[in-house]
DNA sequence: TCATTAACTGAGG
DNA sequence: CCTCAGTTAATGA
């Protein structure tokens, strides 16, 4: 079994990444942001403006990247502006459970604004570039902008949702509704960023990656893909979803997307 | 390194 | 007896 870092690694293990500053501006790394938020919440023009003054610290990590650890005491949240990134536990053993995957314009740490030390991991899955916030920065936007607050606590709750769906396909479906489920939710978050490109869609995780975030290993992980592709439901290739019949897909998955809140409630 | 597949094993319905 | 899934190992991209 191959370890990983993890709470236990802290002062043990390997020397953390150094992450590189990035060139990129970081005016495009709020869009997605905003366009999450307009999605679940509705957003005025001036919580806009609020967020584009929002100062951001951006980096480049390669895969497989711890970003915040288990047991650390995050000062900063951490904005998705490129590729995707996972929160996941480790137990003893060097097996990784993937509580949740994040694409841009998601914050996966918000809540350590307020519950200051880790209590899972945040890495990256694929490299990403990604922008850092200071929790004084938000703290004193939460002060200053209360419809802000209530876009990122309402952020959270579905954040919250989204575990709860997640336990129950972990805890409940077959293998193929288990991953049929986690490309589906995926499909309806990269939706928002506009990200779907005709019946098809980014999934850039190794086989290993998605065995772990259904509790199954690489190699039954590998046979569910192959069974999805013969039976002509999706087909998943270099990191891509193409969807063959939509109507099966949606079946198997057992997709209801009111777990995820996309639309405002008024 | 990652993906693919076969062969074998055992649990459980 | 059948399905599901873990292990091991070989091989290909």
């Given amino acids: 079994m191959q370890r990983r870092f993890g709470a236990g690694d802290c002062n043990t293990g390997p020397i953390s990444y150094q992450p590189e500053l990035a060139r990129v501006p970081s005016d495009m790394i709020r869009a997605a942001l905003v366009r999450r938020l307009r999605t679940s919440s509705g957003i005025s023009d001036d919580d806009v403006k609020e967020i584009e003054q929002l100062p951001i610290a951006v980096r480049q990590y390669p895969a497989e990247t711890p970003v915040v650890r288990d047991g650390e005491r995050a000062t900063d949240c951490c904005l998705i502006a490129d590729g995707f990134c996972a929160r996941s536990k480790t137990i003893p053993s060097g097996k990784r459970q993937i509580l949740s995957i ?8 918000l809540m350590s604004l307020f ?30 902008s209360p419809s802000v607050a209530e876009l990122f606590w309402r952020d959270t709750l579905i954040d919250s949702a989204m575990f709860r769906e997640w336990i129950v396909n972990v805890g409940q479906r077959p293998a193929p509704a ?55 439901i999706v087909e998943l290739h270099r990191g891509r979803v193409t969807v063959l019949d939509e109507r099966k897909f949606l079946e198997l998955a057992d997709f209801d997307g009111r777990y995820l809140h996309q639309s405002p409630t008024l």
Wanted: proline content about 4%.
């Fill in 102 to 109: 994040h694409i841009p314009g998601e914050i996966p740490d």
């Fill in 115 to 144: 519950l200051h030390v880790m209590d899972h991991d945040l890495s990256t899955l694929t490299p990403c570039t990604l922008g850092f916030i200071r929790h004084e920065t938000l703290r004193k936007l939460h002060q200053r």
């Fill in 178 to 232: 288990r991953l049929a489920h986690v490309m589906i939710e995926l499909r309806e978050r990269l939706r928002v960023i506009e990200r779907l490109d005709g019946n098809s869609f980014e999934m850039p995780l190794t086989q290993e990656q998605i065995g772990e975030a259904l509790g199954i290993t690489a190699v039954h992980a590998n046979r569910v893909i192959k069974q999805l592709r013969q039976e002509g």
